[in-house]
């Protein structure tokens, strides 16, 4: 007589799938955003409309106590920036998870912290490709490699990644977006602002409102 399998293995199996195939997945953003602008946004929603990313996380990094920088602007503000450049758009958060983690901090660190605080949600990273050729020099690395995935969008940069899959290398975890090629900097931004120049159209309109009652960067 064939032996019959419990029911509840083969349910507890079904569901934790379930459950891996219903976790949402965030891709994670990480900038000073000093200031945020019109770069970030187009990247940010072509990001989470054109991949399977189902939400995008603006993650502001904090002033770095050993490292302090005259135009960094305050954590706060940055992040009151982040949050109402992205107010309008339901798929795109700010977070300031970074902010009460021991600094200086490493990427490792606060996705290992945001796994344990966001255990129904899948994590990955996004950044450009000029950032994808430094990934072999960052904290734990291989650990990065090996539990998240990396979304890239590209950037007009000199030299070759040893991790990018163009070199025929199987990194499956390393997904190329065919993102639109924004060379628009923060520091552009800043520059100008203090030139005198009218840098109003690459910013969200209520982020220049925000800086120019601020008297920021002047």
Do not use: C
Not at 138 to 155: A, C, F, G, H, Q
Not at 159 to 169: A, D, I, K, Q, V
């Amino acid at each position: 007589m064939r032996e019959r399998i419990p029911n509840i293995n083969v349910q507890t199996h079904d569901r934790a799938s379930l459950q891996i195939k219903m976790a949402k997945k965030i891709g994670l953003y990480f900038g000073t955003f000093n200031p945020i602008h019109v770069g970030h946004l187009i990247i940010a929603n072509h990001m989470v409309e054109f991949s399977d990313l189902d939400e995008v996380w603006f993650v502001v990094t904090p002033h770095n106590p050993h490292k302090k920088k005259k135009t960094l602007l305050e954590d706060h503000h940055r992040l009151a920036m982040v949050r109402i450049a992205v107010e309008e758009y339901p798929k795109l958060q700010a977070s300031n998870v970074e902010f009460d983690l021991p600094q200086p901090n490493y990427t490792v660190n606060t996705l290992v912290h945001l796994e344990e605080k966001y255990p129904e949600k899948n994590f990955s990273l996004i950044m450009g490709e000029d950032n994808l050729k430094s990934l072999h020099k960052w904290k734990n690395y291989e650990v990065i490699l090996e539990r998240y995935s990396i979304y890239v969008y590209p950037r007009i940069s000199e030299g070759n990644t040893p991790l990018h899959p163009s070199r025929g290398e199987k990194l499956p975890q390393i997904k190329i977006v065919d993102a639109p090629i924004i060379e628009l900097s923060s520091t552009f931004i800043r520059k100008g602002i203090k030139a005198g120049k009218n840098i109003r159209p690459m910013l969200p309109a209520e982020v220049w409102t925000y800086l120019d009652e601020m008297n920021f960067y002047k």
